[in-house]
C-alpha cells in the first residue's frame, strides 16, 4: 500500500465487480438506446474506461472538464467549462461519468448548461457519492458506492495531481493534506 494512505477503502476486486454490475443497470436502463457516455476529466478517466468495457451496446464517449478544486480539497461553489466535447448532442442520450459526487455543486450547474444543447436524455452516472456532503440537489441515477465524508484518492482520484493511478480507492492520510493548508 502507499505510505500516504491510511487505508483502504475499495479494493480492486470490488471496483471491478461494482462497475461491471453499474454497466448491467445501465445497460437495462437505456433498453436498446446508443449512449454518449461523457467523462468530466480528469477524475473519471478510469471509472469511464472501465465502464465502457463493459457495456455490449455501441457507446460513444467524449470528454469534458470543468474548473476543479486545485489543491484545496473544498468545492469552489462555481463551475466553468474549461475544454468542452466536441461531439454534437442533440438529440442523443448522453450518460454523465463522474469520479465522485461531493457537494453536488459540479453536476447541478454543468446538466442545465448541457441540457441547453437539446440532448434525447442526461442521466448521471458516479462511480462514488458522499451524500452526507451535499449542497445542491442533484439526482444520481446510478451510484457505485456511497462513502463516509473522508477525502479519497485512487482509481482517478486525486489529491493535487497525485495519486490518480492507484489500482483501489484509499482514504488519504490527514497529515497529508493538512500540510498545504
Ligand atoms: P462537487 O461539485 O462538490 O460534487 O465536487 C466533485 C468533484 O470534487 C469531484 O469530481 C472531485 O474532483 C472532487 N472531489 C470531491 N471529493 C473528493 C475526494 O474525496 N477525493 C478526490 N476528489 C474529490
Ligand atoms: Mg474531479
Given amino acids: 500500500m502507499h505510505p500516504d494512505i491510511q487505508r483502504i477503502l475499495i479494493s480492486e ?6 462497475v461491471k454490475d453499474m454497466a448491467a443497470e445501465i445497460t ?31 457507446a460513444a464517449f467524449d470528454f ?3 474548473s476543479s478544486y486545485g489543491l484545496s480539497t473544498e468545492s469552489s461553489g462555481s463551475v466553468s467549462i474549461l475544454c468542452d466535447i466536441t461531439e454534437n448532442i442533440s438529440g442523443r442520450h448522453i450518460l454523465l461519468a463522474e469520479d465522485i459526487i461531493d457537494t453536488g455543486q459540479t453536476l447541478s450547474r454543468l446538466i442545465p448548461l448541457l441540457r441547453q444543447r437539446n440532448p434525447a436524455s442526461v ?6 457519492d ?12 446510478f451510484t457505485g458506492f456511497t ?7 485512487g482509481y482517478g482520484l486525486d489529491y493535487a495531481e497525485q495519486y490518480r493511478n492507484l489500482p483501489y480507492i484509499g482514504v488519504l492520510k490527514p497529515s497529508i493534506y493538512q500540510r498545504s493548508l
Fill in 28 to 58: 437495462a436502463s437505456f433498453s436498446g438506446k446508443d449512449l454518449l457516455v461523457i467523462g468530466i476529466l480528469k477524475g473519471s478517466v478510469i471509472f469511464l474506461a472501465d465502464l465502457v468495457r463493459q457495456l455490449p451496446r455501441p
Fill in 123 to 128: 442521466k448521471v452516472a458516479a462511480l462514488l
Fill in 147 to 153: 462513502i463516509p465524508d473522508e477525502f479519497v484518492v
Fill in 64 to 66: 469534458m472538464k470543468v
Fill in 13 to 18: 476486486k470490488e471496483l471491478y465487480e461494482r
Fill in 130 to 141: 458522499k451524500p452526507e456532503r451535499r449542497t445542491a440537489s442533484l439526482s444520481v441515477d
